[in-house]
């Protein structure tokens, strides 16, 4: 749940620098994908 919130909240800084909003997606998707995994190691 975190992660997509987390990719909502970096997509919305588009607004500022392009190259930062990027960053930040890439940030989030990475946290994502290690929630995620983290959820499926442990069910």
Known sequence: ???KHGLII?????GRDDGQA???VVKS???AMHALKDTM???
Do not use: V
């Open 10 to 14: 970096a997509w919305s800084g588009q």
């Open 41 to 43: 190691g442990k069910e």
């Open 1 to 3: 749940m975190s992660g």
């Open 22 to 24: 990027a960053n930040e």
């Open 29 to 31: 998707t990475t946290t």
